[in-house]
């Protein structure tokens, strides 16, 4: 089945700096890859994806870009602020639909 | 729009106990998931139901079982409870099956085993 690899497990960066957070997938025929951020006490919630018909995908502050050919993705969140500190989980499935499965999370802090 | 809804927020129970917990999927979504969220770890799939019937199955013990219900509604059921099944459950909810049916979410039920 699919395995998903994700790093660094926790990462610190000063408000305004970048933050790059990596995953690999083992399946080659996964073709879904969304990112979830999951703040304490909540659910996951869904904040970017790409398909593997694309490279790069970009929404403000975040991009994500793929490499099918080695098998990993990676979340890029620009000018980072204290809201944005949470654990990121990257994610991969054959279609969005189905069943994902997760990498084992970033969490991310962002010290004002 | 209301998002994922399930029920309970958090449940205690002792080990060899039985327990059901419920979901609500966003209005207008036929599938649910189901996720498992040991702390500190992604969340690790159980199943997956569409149109109430059982589209997929994660590693999980014969314990572990779920039903989806004619209004899309979802109940997951765990027997003879091992300290091991604490965890955050997650249920997910997405129109279909289909490549763009992105899965949202609710806000999980945590459950501890004593």
């Known amino acids: 089945g699919e395995n998903v690899e994700q790093h660094p497990s926790t990462l610190s960066v000063q408000e305004g700096d970048s933050a790059v957070i990596k995953c690999t997938y083992s399946d080659s025929a996964s073709n879904y890859f969304p990112w979830y951020k999951q703040e304490l006490g909540k659910g996951p919630q869904l904040i970017i994806d790409i398909r593997s018909n694309v490279g790069e995908k970009k929404d403000q502050r975040i991009a994500v870009t793929l490499n099918k050919t080695a098998k990993h993705f990676s979340l890029h969140i620009t000018e980072t602020q204290p809201e944005d500190s949470a654990v990121y989980f990257c994610?991969?499935?054959?279609?969005?639909?189905?069943?994902?499965?997760f990498g084992g999370g970033t969490r991310l802090m962002v010290k004002p | 729009d209301a998002g994922v809804t399930q029920s309970p927020t958090h449940l205690i129970k002792t080990r060899g106990q039985h327990v059901t917990l419920r979901c609500s999927p966003i209005?207008?979504?036929?599938?649910v998931s189901w996720y498992q969220q040991v702390l500190g770890q992604g969340p690790q799939f159980i199943f997956q139901?569409?149109?109430?019937?059982?589209?997929g199955r994660g590693n999980f013990p014969d314990r572990f079982s779920a039903r989806q219900f004619p209004n899309y509604s979802s109940e997951l059921n765990v027997n003879a409870l091992l300290l091991g099944d604490s965890a955050l459950y997650l249920c997910?909810?997405?129109?279909?099956?289909?490549?763009?049916?992105?899965?949202?979410f609710g806000p999980g039920t945590r459950l501890t085993v004593l």
């Open positions: 994610a991969a499935s054959k279609g969005a639909g189905n069943m994902l499965t």
């Open positions: 209005s207008g979504h036929k599938s």
């Open positions: 997910a909810s997405s129109w279909g099956r289909a490549d763009y049916n992105e899965q949202f």
């Open positions: 139901y569409y149109e109430k019937e059982e589209r």
